[in-house]
């Protein structure tokens, strides 16, 4: 099953990366490779994709270009090989947003899965305890936030297929990796399995509950359900302010749960 996202971006699968329709701007894909990713591992030494992913940060359309960067907003698309990387499926090493220099704090970010199936991974925290963990497994169409401050990571749930998914972002947007390194990477580690996924606590860390769910949806956020979120944005260019100022919005944030 695939998802309009509502502009004319499509995925290409060899190479990895993404193609533009008329009237959309958007760079040269980046791809990330399996040895950009290694230190973050269960398996060193595993063989895999040699290319992960190809990202493009900064597409829409040109009529949306201004209101975008007025109000500091970015739009991304990523997708994803098929296969593992050993046991574990393919996925990014994970990291924490950085403060950004426009609003003073970490920011938040908005995934919609477009194609294939995703597991989008979090948790509290980068420290020795991680706290809170989740994982929460998103089809097409689905949206998934990820709030300020937290560990992530964005996993291929189904090592048969391609996954694709754009997301709302900062545009200053920086990412901070040191915390997942130290504990040479997220607090559990997936595992491809023939039924799914399994999750392996990574004994670098102490404690930390893992809860596993499916994505839910987000009237909490004034998103409508089976809506492209690039669409909500047309329709209501302030609707995704939390993200580039998340710091105004501390009731989205008082006891999130994804």
Not at 137 to 161: K, L, S
Not at 179 to 185: P, S, T
Not at 209 to 238: H, M, N, S, V
Request: charged content about 25%; aromatic content about 12%; some cysteine.
């Amino acid at each position: 099953m695939k998802f309009n996202p509502g502009l004319q971006i499509k995925a290409t699968k060899q190479p990895l990366g993404f193609t533009y329709g008329p009237g959309v701007f958007g760079p040269r894909p980046e791809v990330r490779r399996l040895e950009d990713i290694r230190g973050s591992l269960a398996d060193r030494n595993c063989n895999g994709p040699e290319e992960l992913y190809a990202i493009v940060m900064d597409v829409g359309d040109r009529e949306d270009q201004a209101d975008m960067i007025e109000r500091n907003l970015l739009f991304g698309a990523v997708t994803y090989a098929r296969g593992t990387m050993g046991e574990e499926p393919v996925r990014s090493q994970g990291h924490i947003h950085a403060v950004s220099p426009s609003c003073g704090a970490s920011t938040p970010e908005v995934y919609e899965i477009w194609e294939g199936r995703a597991a989008i991974y979090m948790q509290q925290s980068g420290e020795d305890h991680p706290g809170s963990c989740y994982v929460v497994y998103a089809e097409a169409g689905d949206v998934v936030i990820v709030p300020p401050g937290w560990v992530h990571a964005t996993v291929n749930a189904d090592i048969r297929r391609n996954m694709t998914f754009g997301a709302w972002c900062v545009r200053d947007y920086g990412f901070r990796y040191e915390e997942v390194r130290r504990h040479k990477g997220i607090a559990y580690f997936p595992t491809a399995d023939t039924q799914g996924l399994v999750w392996k606590p990574n004994p670098m860390y102490q404690g930390g509950r893992l809860t596993e769910k499916k994505a839910r949806t987000y009237e909490d956020f004034r998103i409508k359900p089976g809506i492209p979120i690039y669409t909500q944005f047309k329709e209501d260019r302030d609707l995704f302010l939390f993200v580039a100022r998340p710091m105004e919005y501390p009731e989205l944030w008082e006891g999130y749960g994804p």
